[in-house]
Nanobody, 124 residues
Framework: QVQLVESGGGLVQAGGSLRLSCAAS????????MGWFRQAPGKEREFVAA????????IYADSVKGRFTISRDNAKNTVYLQMNSLKPEDTAVYYC?????????????????WGKGTLVTVSS
């Protein structure tokens, strides 16, 4: 069992930056691939970024590539999402999730555990 708690969301102007954190409980955190997803009002939840258990491999959605960076610190049981050059269309609730495999960590259905989310609002 893995419990995930996101933090770091808030209100930021377009062009600004935010760093999201996701703290995980459980001794097996380092064995999971981790992902970030987001859900805007009235839209389906979508993939943002994923990272392998070791941190050696990452995957990004085209919409955030070059602006967002996912990383993890297994010693701290934490995964991060650094978001730069934010746009109003990045406004959403951001969710952290854990998957048994990076191969399926880009899919909502591939995630085994979810956090409750943190709201990011980007004003124009």
């Amino acid at each position: 069992q893995v419990q995930l708690v996101e933090s770091g969301g808030g209100l930021v102007q377009a062009g600004g930056s935010l760093r999201l954190s996701c703290a995980a409980s459980g001794r097996t955190f380092s064995s999971y691939a981790m992902g970030w997803f987001r859900q805007a009002p009235g839209k389906e939840r979508e993939f943002v970024a994923a990272i392998s258990w070791s941190g050696g491999s990452t995957i990004y959605a085209d919409s955030v590539k070059g602006r967002f960076t996912i990383s993890r610190d297994n010693a701290k049981n934490t995964v991060y999402l650094q978001m730069n050059s934010l746009k109003p269309e990045d406004t959403a609730v951001y969710y952290c999730a854990a998957s048994a495999s990076l191969r399926v960590a880009t899919m909502v259905g591939g995630m085994a555990y979810w956090g409750k989310g943190t709201l990011v609002t980007v004003s124009s």
